[in-house]
């Protein structure tokens, strides 16, 4: 089973590589990172270099999409190479998903029309521009449509853990649990924009506009 | 504020990522994938490559360490240069850190002993090896030592909200713990051995046994 992960200048490493490490610990799931040329790109900072291994043009039938988000997604919902590919994949995926901004790449595809979707929290608006219907919860999911959709960064974690369940059984999801040690204990409780004070969304705001 | 991630061939992708996309969203802190030699490595499986931006050696002063696991720490802990360079570093460094199997390295460079650590849950003969007393804990901090250790995985996450608070303050950690929106919901209770199943177990080591 071969699942290939987007990768594109300005990515958000963590949408990617958390669904990578739940998944690659699956045997018989082959993870392939594609972008528009092989080689390295960069995270949405600069400060990490990933790389690609294929194209989009070699990798057409991957059995699973995942798409992750990062800044780079706001020049890339224009880039018609990219949705036509999301298009075309998307026609023989098992599931067709996406972490955090990378449901504005399925969105402007046309994949979402209709549908709820999820996103990070700041780019609600700009999914809904793609005719999907933003919801908080932290994985959505359209069996019937093959398509999933996760919340902000961290929540590919949880998506991936739900994919396995999907394409292996719960026992291979349970098994990767236990292998990436996922038992999470954060520290604080402001991991969602219904949970965090006010002044945690300011700092949070001031933060993105000093490291854009 | 300069902190150094080290890349190694057979690096587990997301005990670096993790804890990477918590300290970099805070714009104080630079974060820097350092290895043996500027360029590739690839991760434990091979399915993924990743940058180091710059050697060892081009590392001096960071502010703050952070080791991640993988497999390939095994063959790490019993070169010479590497674990040199942790002992100097670690003379100047505010924290000196490691994720999963990372703590084998702190272990080796000597830094551990007699303290109590955490590690993967598989690593834990190997750890106390090197003098260490391991501990179930997700996160072992030892201030005065400025050492902290986490468990597998994805409890770097957990370790880098918890050294943002101590780094910066807590209200860092949590517009970081927003901006990734790190409000876990794993749809199962897993992810640590003494929650998951004997089966749980066994499905683990034979997929460990397979990918390896």
Redesign the interface.
Known sequence: MQVAIALFPRN???DA??P??VL????SI????VGQHRG?VR?D?G?????C?ASFDEVTRPDVLVFPGGVGTRALVEDTGVLDWIREVHRHTVFTTSV?TGSLLLGAAGLLTGLTAAT??RATELLESFGAIYTPD??VEHLPQRIITA?????G??MA??LV?LLVG????????????????????????G???D???Q??LE??G??S
Chains 1, 2 share one sequence.
Not at 24 to 27: A, K, V, Y
Not at 47 to 51: F, V
Not at 170 to 193: H, K, N, T, V, W
Request: charged residues 20%; proline residues 7%.
């Open positions: 958000t490493a963590l590589i958390g990578y490490e690659q610990r699956i045997p082959d993870v392939v990172f390295e995270s900072n400060m990490l270099g990933l790389t291994d955090c990070h929290w932290r994985v919340a902000g960064v961290s929540s974690i949880d853990l739900r369940e719960p026992e291979a999801a349970r098994a990767s649990q236990l292998m990436i040690e996922y038992d999470p204990q954060p520290p604080f409780d402001a991991g969602a924009l949970k965090a004070s002044a945690t969304v700092l949070a933060y993105y000093q490291r």
